[in-house]
């Protein structure tokens, strides 16, 4: 089964050109590769450690963050993106602001997809380890060598293609594994009352795991250790409107659309398979939870005494699924960590390579010496995503680091977006500075806080005191993200008003919302228009959070 | 138009996917089921694979085929 997805890949591989023109495409794959690009096996595994960790209060990271930021981003957004000549966020930013604000951007963007392959490096060798026995450090080694390898040969030229079948390889393969599993826990009110013991044993009211807003009163009432208002604004506002507004992996996506139109619906399409993914990845989580929890030692136990949610799906993988189906199962999660790594290694080469070794060390040389500083970026990559795999480690779910890497490098890169595209006196050193603070108010509040039951160290408070202790590494993520925002914000702000402007309006065309022209779409059907579509997200988004309230 | 329409890779795959999966449930040792609750999840997921991956081939080939004159 491995053979064949390995086989099946390499032809795909040889028929690149099929995106590059990008006229023809038709909407649905251009949704799909919108989310395929975040589909990874990092969103798998992570959202399912959340939902075991957390409950299905994760879900707000679906019907809370990702769909109003999708509308967001399709309805305001896309037309400064799109009607811009920038080819990329941090181009978007050289534009909009100066050359330094787009060189800070490039920094943080790159430190950025050294832990995000890093994070996929640990989950596959952490699955290595479990399904075929190896030793940890010895898997660490074998997927840097691998994934090595299929940079150098050029395994990454058709990278949208091959997330579209990844999509489907991963829907395809992972919907066994949860009606098997709700099945065999007796459906819906099997899995209600199995979490009313996890929920009893941690302390909380029966329905902290199958509740997403009713225990959030106060902080302490709920597994995920956050109230409403720091739910909204850090993980809803800041985070979410960041990662799915600036993060040029998933925004140039949509760039590759055929029009204007056609790029502002594709994230408001991509709303729709994602608003129904939870159901995909962190059920399976909440199934892992339960059953370790009244069958017994379903979850290794870690170093820290805490479950290792992270093992939810590949536990879950080896439990349910027969030789067979347990290959396609193997063969999607495989996959997808080995183009996620690559992805994210390949994004570091090239913005080391060309947005900062070419632009402020180097300029000037020639084609061969890029390439091969490029190959030695790729090396380091690498070798830097090894030391990210190994700070994963310290973690008993990804998606606690990852979405703390995000709170770094979004949050605060959001505020400086939506002053550029919203407020046209904001200016080159105010987006830098505001940018810079950001960054620096954020290390600040994770070195001055701590979540429960952690000492200082890798999960904050390294500065010394920690002034705050929150319940959850999340909820520090959160608020982490929230002063972050709020840094960046005011700086940008206070430094614009006190520096001259250096961009004229006409250079600013296209830009900024308010020396941009309407898009006419008055002659569309109203059912077809961008608002129309988004406005639908939203009900339903909002009928599910009723649902599960 | 000399474009790969992305429907024909992955009907393909999943055709013979579903199809490998088909054999291997009737040709494999009931005993392995007894983890998946007693249901022979390789036939049965097997059928919903190459069913898909021939609803996308024929989606596919639909697409090919010239319009009919108006």
Request: net charge positive; glycine share 10%; charged share 10%.
């Given at each position: 089964?491995?053979?064949?997805?390995?086989?099946l890949?390499?032809?795909?591989?040889?028929?690149?050109d099929?995106?590059?023109?990008?006229?023809?495409?038709?909407?649905w794959?251009?949704?799909?590769?919108?989310?395929?690009?975040?589909?990874g096996?990092?969103?798998?595994?992570?959202?399912?450690?959340?939902?075991?960790?957390?409950g299905?209060?994760?879900?707000?990271?679906?019907?809370?963050?990702?769909?109003p930021?999708?509308?967001?981003?399709g309805?305001?957004?896309?037309?400064?993106?799109?009607?811009?000549?920038?080819?990329?966020?941090?181009?978007?930013?050289?534009?909009?602001?100066?050359e330094?604000t787009?060189?800070?951007?490039?920094?943080?963007?790159?430190?950025?997809?050294?832990?995000?392959?890093?994070?996929?490096?640990?989950?596959?060798?952490?699955?290595?380890e479990?399904?075929?026995?190896?030793?940890?450090?010895?898997?660490?080694?074998?997927?840097?060598?691998?994934?090595?390898?299929?940079?150098?040969?050029?395994?990454l030229?058709?990278?949208?293609?091959?997330?579209?079948?990844?999509?489907?390889?991963?829907?395809?393969?992972?919907?066994?594994?949860?009606l098997?599993?709700?099945?065999?826990?007796?459906?819906?009110?099997?899995?209600?009352?199995?979490l009313?013991?996890?929920a009893?044993?941690?302390g909380?009211?029966?329905?902290?795991?199958?509740?997403?807003?009713?225990?959030?009163?106060?902080?302490?009432?709920?597994p995920?250790?956050?109230?409403?208002f720091?739910l909204?604004?850090?993980?809803g506002?800041?985070?979410?409107?960041?990662?799915?507004?600036?993060d040029?992996?998933?925004?140039?996506?949509?760039?590759?659309?055929?029009?204007?139109?056609?790029?502002?619906?594709?994230?408001?399409?991509a709303?729709?398979?994602k608003?129904?993914m939870?159901?995909?990845?962190?059920?399976?989580?909440?199934?892992?939870i339960?059953?370790?929890?009244?069958?017994g030692?379903?979850?290794?136990?870690?170093?820290?005494?805490?479950p290792?949610?992270?093992?939810?799906?590949?536990?879950l993988?080896?439990?349910?699924?027969?030789?067979?189906?347990?290959?396609?199962?193997?063969?999607?999660?495989?996959?997808?960590?080995?183009?996620?790594?690559?992805?994210?290694v390949?994004?570091?080469?090239t913005?080391?390579?060309?947005?900062?070794?070419?632009?402020?060390?180097?300029p000037?040389?020639?084609?061969?010496?890029?390439?091969?500083?490029?190959?030695g970026?790729?090396?380091?990559?690498?070798?830097?995503?090894?030391?990210?795999?190994?700070?994963?480690?310290?973690?008993?779910?990804?998606?606690d680091?990852?979405?703390?890497?995000?709170?770094?490098v979004?949050?605060?890169?959001?505020?400086?977006?939506?002053?550029?595209?919203?407020?046209?006196?904001s200016?080159?050193?105010?987006?830098?500075c505001?940018?810079?603070?950001?960054?620096?108010?954020?290390?600040?509040?994770?070195g001055?806080?701590?979540?429960?039951?952690?000492?200082?160290g890798?999960?904050?408070?390294?500065?010394?005191?920690?002034?705050?202790i929150?319940?959850?590494?999340?909820?520090?993520?959160?608020?982490?993200?929230?002063?972050?925002?709020?840094?960046?914000?005011?700086?940008?702000?206070?430094?614009?008003?006190?520096t001259?402007?250096?961009?004229?309006?006409?250079?600013?065309r296209?830009?900024?919302?308010?020396?941009?022209?309407?898009?006419?779409?008055?002659?569309?059907?109203?059912?077809?228009?961008?608002?129309?579509?988004?406005?639908?997200?939203?009900?339903?988004?909002?009928?599910?959070?009723?649902i599960?309230? | 138009?000399?474009?790969?329409?992305?429907?024909?890779?992955?009907?393909?795959?999943?055709t013979i996917?579903?199809?490998?999966?088909?054999?291997?449930?009737?040709?494999?040792?009931?005993?392995?089921y007894?983890?998946?609750?007693?249901?022979?999840?390789?036939?049965?997921?097997?059928?919903?694979?190459?069913v898909?991956?021939?609803?996308?081939?024929?989606?596919?080939?639909?697409?090919?085929?010239?319009?009919?004159?108006?």
């Open positions: 089964m491995l053979g064949i997805g390995w086989a890949r390499r032809f795909v591989r040889s028929s690149e099929f995106f590059l023109s990008g006229r023809s495409i038709p909407a794959i251009a949704g799909l590769a919108f989310i395929s690009a975040n589909l096996a990092q969103e798998v595994i992570g959202m399912a450690a959340s939902g075991a960790k957390y299905i209060m994760t879900s707000h990271f679906y019907w809370v963050g990702a769909m930021a999708m509308v967001f981003v309805l305001f957004m896309m037309p400064f993106y799109y009607g811009s000549r920038a080819r990329s966020v941090p181009e978007y930013l050289k534009l909009r602001f100066d330094k787009r060189g800070l951007n490039a920094i943080t963007f790159a430190i950025m997809t050294v832990f995000s392959s890093g994070i996929s490096m640990y989950a596959l060798a952490k699955l290595l479990l399904v075929l026995g190896w030793n940890f450090h010895a898997s660490i080694v074998v997927t840097g060598v691998i994934v090595l390898a299929y940079i150098f040969l050029g395994g030229r058709s990278a949208i293609y091959n997330e579209v079948l990844q999509f489907f390889l991963i829907v395809l393969g992972f919907l066994p594994l949860v098997l599993g709700l099945k065999d826990i007796g459906g819906w009110e099997g899995l209600t009352s199995k009313t013991v996890v009893t044993n941690a909380f009211e029966p329905g902290a795991w199958t509740h997403s807003w009713q225990y959030t009163g106060a902080p302490t009432s709920n995920m250790g956050i109230e409403w720091g909204i604004m850090g993980l506002f800041a985070m979410s409107f960041g990662y799915w507004c600036t040029f992996l998933v925004v140039q996506r949509a760039m590759a659309a055929g029009s204007m139109t056609a790029a502002r619906r594709t994230p408001l399409i709303a729709w398979p608003m129904f939870p159901l995909l990845v962190i059920l399976p989580g909440m199934l892992a339960g059953l370790h929890a009244t069958r030692g379903f979850l290794p136990i870690g170093s820290d005494g805490h290792n949610y992270n093992l939810a799906i590949p536990m993988l080896a439990h349910y699924l027969p030789t067979g189906l347990l290959g396609l199962g193997l063969t999607a999660l495989m996959a997808s960590f080995m183009s996620g790594m690559a992805g994210n390949t994004a570091f080469n913005v080391w390579t060309y947005d900062i070794y070419q632009t402020y060390i180097r000037g040389q020639t084609d061969r010496h890029y390439l091969r500083v490029g190959h970026a790729t090396v380091f990559g690498i070798l830097a995503s090894v030391v990210a795999a190994y700070a994963a480690t310290r973690f008993n779910n990804i998606n680091i990852l979405q703390l890497v995000f709170s770094f979004n949050g605060p890169l959001f505020a400086t977006f939506l002053l550029g595209m919203f407020w046209k006196r200016t080159g050193h105010g987006a830098f505001g940018l810079l603070t950001g960054t620096i108010t954020a290390a600040l509040h994770y001055l806080t701590l979540p429960q039951g952690a000492g200082p890798i999960h904050g408070g390294f500065l010394g005191t920690a002034l705050h929150y319940p959850s590494e999340m909820a520090l993520n959160f608020w982490t993200a929230i002063f972050a925002w709020t840094g960046c914000f005011i700086t940008t702000i206070v430094v614009s008003l006190l001259r402007r250096t961009k004229t309006d006409e250079e600013l296209g830009l900024v919302y308010s020396l941009t022209p309407r898009i006419d779409e008055g002659h569309m059907p109203w059912y077809k228009r961008p608002v129309t579509l988004g406005i639908a997200v939203l009900v339903v988004s909002a009928i599910l959070n009723v599960f309230w | 138009m000399m474009q790969l329409d992305l429907r024909i890779p992955i009907g393909g795959m999943f996917f579903g199809f490998v999966l088909i054999v291997y449930g009737l040709v494999s040792d009931p005993a392995i007894q983890r998946s609750l007693g249901i022979n999840v390789n036939l049965w997921w097997g059928l919903v694979l190459l898909f991956g021939l609803a996308m081939l024929a989606l596919a080939y639909r697409a090919t085929r010239p319009k009919p004159p108006v």
